[in-house]
T-cell receptor, first 114, second 113 residues
Framework: AQTVTQSQPEMSVQEAETVTLSCTYD???????LFWYKQPPSRQMILVIR??????QNATENRFSVNFQKAAKSFSLKISDSQLGDAAMYFC???????????FGTGTRLTIIP | ETGVTQSPTHLIKTRGQQVTLRCSSQ?????VSWYQQALGQGPQFIFQ???????GRGNFPPRFSGLQFPNYSSELNVNALELDDSALYLC????????????FGPGTRLTVL
């Protein structure tokens, strides 16, 4: 079974600064995917970034990047130049290749301070 | 391209009743997954449908059941509602059943009194 742990229930950052959200996971599979999803107050879950476990290169999407440490089973999200619109709940999630059940962490609430 | 839609937006039921939630997949998607998100928690996988067949189920009792239709829309049915069933129910669709990105709908907020 997969587990995903987010140890930071809440984080805050000044607008334009950089913040890192932590995530650790556990899986016995060799092929898996990792995701960060954003859930604003509108409730709609939006994919922020995705990482295939077999790729050593860290994924990057504009201001969002990850630090994927496979041996440590760590998958942190870095948000650069934080904007007010980044305020939301952020969920780390994983799924095994061939089994599309997403396993989510408990989330981190990110507040952006103007 | 039409995104994932869900209906209704909100629903209030009483304990013991039955409820049906609906989801329309994003155009071209053939896989639908349902998740339950209790207040302050991450979503929990209920089950997934691929080409009208159940393709995996989470740790939910049989009173949670589903259907997927030929147009790939889906229903989640919950019988004998309990207070703990109060949650946000999320539907997600994807194109290929291989870990591809799942696109989420806005959810249905179910309150059981």
């Amino acid at each position: 079974a997969q587990t995903v742990t987010q140890s930071q229930p809440e984080m805050s950052v000044q607008e334009a600064e950089t913040v890192t959200l932590s995530c650790t996971y556990d899986t016995s599979e060799s092929d898996y995917y990792l995701f960060w999803y954003k859930q604003p107050p509108s409730r709609q879950m939006i994919l922020v970034i995705r990482q295939e476990a077999y790729k050593q290169q860290n994924a990057t999407e504009n201001r969002f990047s990850v630090n994927f440490q496979k041996a440590a089973k760590s998958f942190s999200l870095k948000i650069s130049d934080s904007q007010l619109g980044d305020a939301a709940m952020y969920f780390c999630a994983s799924t095994n290749f061939g089994n599309e059940k997403l396993t989510f962490g408990t989330g981190t609430r990110l507040t952006i301070i103007p | 391209e039409t995104g994932v839609t869900q209906s209704p937006t909100h629903l209030i039921k009483t304990r013991g009743q039955q409820v049906t939630l609906r989801c329309s997949s994003q155009s071209g998607h053939n896989t639908v997954s349902w998740y339950q998100q209790a207040l302050g928690q991450g979503p929990q996988f209920i089950f997934q449908y691929y080409r009208e067949e159940e393709n995996g189920r989470g740790n939910f009792p049989p009173r949670f059941s589903g259907l997927q239709f030929p147009n790939y829309s889906s229903e989640l049915n919950v019988n004998a509602l309990e207070l703990d069933d109060s949650a946000l129910y999320l539907c997600a669709s994807s194109l290929i059943s291989r870990g591809d990105e799942q696109f989420f709908g806005p959810g249905t907020r179910l309150t059981v009194l």
